[in-house]
């Protein structure tokens, strides 16, 4: 049980990767904060954690608002006492596609959902992280980050590679503190929201995005929360502002 004793605050944790995640980390001996703004989904998360003998609570609010992000982690820090690991997985993409399908409202948004909130929880959660001289903040970037989305557009692309560059400032900062940073890239993985793009290609278009996949598929949710918890876990303690590339593939680097 990699995460016995351990707490983690997981951002957009109510479906795709961050349920995955918070499941596996929970199913692994970890408490675990679930985030989001759908509190009903939220508390179906934390119900199948409870009833398979996990710990998990509720972290409702908006991670693109300070606001919110200060009350989330002082409930947070009152209910478990410590956050160990921070997984910044809010986010989501528009069904934009090029530079021309994307308006100034639309770039805002992914850029809040995105990078923003990535920024704002770290801020609110690392004091504490420093004050213990421990910590573990994984950053779900895409695989758009590093190379482009064949399935979102610029605005997505540009705030998944802010990220990866966010994370890689704060692994320097923080590497005296005992806090590593480090961050996945996933590529097209089959998550609600993807699911519905994906089926509005076309299965010519399908067909093709496919065939720059080495191993022929899309991604399963969970693979890439199998990736994010080796990060948060102990297996990864000399591993630093790397960026762990869950694509089947598709990039090389």
Same mark, same amino acid.
């Given at each position: 049980?990699?995460?016995?004793?351990?707490?983690?605050?997981?951002?957009?944790?109510?479906?795709?990767?961050?349920?995955?995640?918070?499941?596996?980390?929970?199913?692994?001996?970890?408490?675990?904060?679930?985030?989001?703004?759908?509190?009903?989904?939220?508390?179906?998360?934390?119900?199948?954690?409870?009833?398979?003998?996990?710990?998990?609570?509720?972290?409702?609010?908006?991670?693109?608002?300070?606001?919110?992000?200060?009350?989330?982690?002082?409930?947070?820090?009152?209910?478990?006492?410590?956050?160990?690991?921070?997984?910044?997985?809010?986010?989501?993409?528009?069904?934009?596609?090029?530079?021309?399908?994307?308006?100034?409202?639309?770039?805002?948004?992914?850029?809040?959902?995105?990078?923003?909130?990535?920024?704002?929880?770290?801020?609110?959660?690392?004091?504490?992280?420093?004050?213990?001289?421990?910590?573990?903040?994984?950053?779900?970037?895409? /695989? %758009?980050?590093?190379?482009?989305? +064949?399935?979102?557009? $610029? &605005?997505?692309? *540009? @705030?998944?590679?802010?990220? !990866? =560059?966010?994370?890689?400032?704060?692994?320097?900062?923080?590497?005296?503190?005992?806090?590593?940073?480090?961050?996945?890239?996933?590529?097209?993985?089959?998550?609600?929201?993807?699911?519905?793009?994906?089926?509005?290609?076309?299965?010519?278009?399908?067909?093709?995005? /496919? %065939?720059?996949?080495?191993?022929? +598929?899309?991604?399963? $949710? &969970?693979?890439? *929360? @199998?990736?994010?918890?080796? !990060? =948060?876990?102990?297996?990864?303690?000399?591993?630093?502002?790397?960026?762990?590339?869950?694509?089947?593939?598709?990039?090389?680097?």
């Amino acid at each position: 049980m990699r995460f016995c004793g351990k707490t983690a605050l997981i951002t957009g944790a109510s479906k795709g990767i961050g349920r995955a995640t918070a499941l596996r980390l929970a199913a692994e001996g970890g408490s675990v904060a679930v985030n989001g703004r759908d509190e009903a989904a939220l508390a179906q998360v934390v119900r199948t954690i409870r009833e398979t003998g996990g710990c998990a609570m509720a972290a409702p609010g908006d991670v693109t608002l300070a606001g919110d992000v200060a009350r989330m982690t002082a409930a947070v820090l009152e209910q478990f006492g410590a956050i160990d690991i921070l997984v910044n997985n809010a986010g989501g993409g528009s069904m934009a596609r090029w530079l021309d399908d994307v308006d100034e409202a639309a770039w805002d948004r992914s850029i809040a959902a995105n990078l923003k909130s990535a920024f704002l929880v770290t801020k609110a959660v690392v004091p504490h992280m420093k004050e213990r001289r421990q910590g573990r903040i994984v950053m779900v970037a895409s /695989v %758009a980050g590093r190379n482009m989305s +064949r399935l979102s557009g $610029p &605005e997505y692309s *540009a @705030a998944k590679g802010g990220m !990866l =560059a966010l994370m890689r400032h704060m692994a320097v900062e923080l590497g005296p503190f005992g806090i590593a940073v480090n961050a996945v890239a996933p590529g097209p993985t089959l998550v609600e929201r993807v699911a519905r793009k994906w089926d509005l290609k076309g299965k010519e278009e399908q067909d093709r995005i /496919v %065939a720059n996949i080495p191993l022929g +598929r899309p991604a399963q $949710p &969970e693979e890439v *929360a @199998a990736a994010v918890l080796f !990060l =948060a876990s102990s297996d990864a303690s000399y591993i630093t502002g790397a960026c762990i590339d869950v694509n089947g593939g598709s990039f090389m680097m």
